[in-house]
């Protein structure tokens, strides 16, 4: 029965976990938002480090967000041709739509694409980022 089977928790799993890192990219882009509205308001106040903190942190949920969406492809017996974006069985050597050939062993385990963030001086992963509370980041 398909309700029990466990590729299909672990697909639900990896959907839920995309859709906790699109409510965070929300949540940044808001605080940004605030942030930016902030500085507005005051010309003095220097909001840069937090407004380039919370972009890294939004291109760090961009690639984790891809790196699941390749998780369930390869759960749902599918992998992603590198060179054409398009989807393939599992068992192909070749896309079927532009030819290219796949890794070997690009059947038994899914690549998942370097996660570091490509904007981040120290090519680290950026820096943590805790959200600002509400009062704060609201400006009179």
Do not use: W
């Not at 291109?59 to 590198?82: M, N, R, T, W």
């Amino acid at each position: 029965m398909a309700l029990f089977d466990p590729k299909t928790k672990t697909i639900a799993q990896l959907q839920k976990s995309i859709d906790d890192k699109n409510a965070s990219i929300v949540s940044y882009f808001d605080e940004i938002g605030r942030l930016y509205y902030g500085q507005y308001k005051d010309p003095a106040a220097d909001v840069s480090k937090d407004i380039n903190a919370r972009c890294d942190a939004i291109s760090k949920l961009y690639i984790d967000i891809e790196a699941q969406k390749l998780k369930i492809l390869f759960e749902k017996g599918l992998k992603l041709c590198v060179n054409c974006k398009k989807e393939n069985p599992l068992e192909h050597a070749f896309c079927a739509s532009c030819g290219n050939k796949f890794p070997e062993g690009s059947d038994k385990h899914v690549d998942i694409p370097n996660a570091e963030c490509t904007n981040c001086p120290d090519g680290t992963n950026g820096p943590e980022v805790e959200a600002v509370p509400e009062e704060t980041a609201k400006t009179e």
